[in-house]
């Protein structure tokens, strides 16, 4: 069965950073397109970047420049190294890959930026 396991969340002091993974099984890794999403209480889910099978990235205005999303095909991980954190940033964060015909959501993990 398709899968999407997040890790990496937890607690931070704004200024720190974090490194989230997602890691797949049952899914052709290699030929979809994967991305990050974030949904904060009262608040829309939104994207934060997302990545093609080749590389090619693409964020949202808000972390530009301190986010980076990564993907390592071999290992079918996908990966979100975010710095700078801001209070802003906290939010459940959700990996999503699409394969056109299937797109499968991770259950999420808990990203807090407090002092």
């Known amino acids: 069965q398709a899968q999407l396991v997040e890790s990496g969340g937890g607690l931070v002091q704004p200024g720190g950073s974090l490194r989230l993974s997602c890691a797949a099984s049952g899914i052709i890794f290699r030929v979809v397109r994967t991305g990050w999403y974030r949904q904060a209480p009262g608040k829309e889910r939104e994207l934060v970047a997302r990545i093609s099978s080749g590389g090619f990235t693409d964020y949202a205005d808000s972390v530009k420049g301190r986010f980076t999303i990564s993907r390592d095909n071999a290992k079918n991980v996908v990966y979100l190294q975010m710095n700078s954190l801001k209070v802003e940033d906290t939010a459940v964060y959700y990996c999503?890959?699409?394969?056109?015909?299937?797109?499968?959501w991770g259950q999420g993990t808990q990203v807090t930026v407090s002092s």
């Open positions: 999503k890959t699409d394969g056109g015909p299937r797109v499968t």
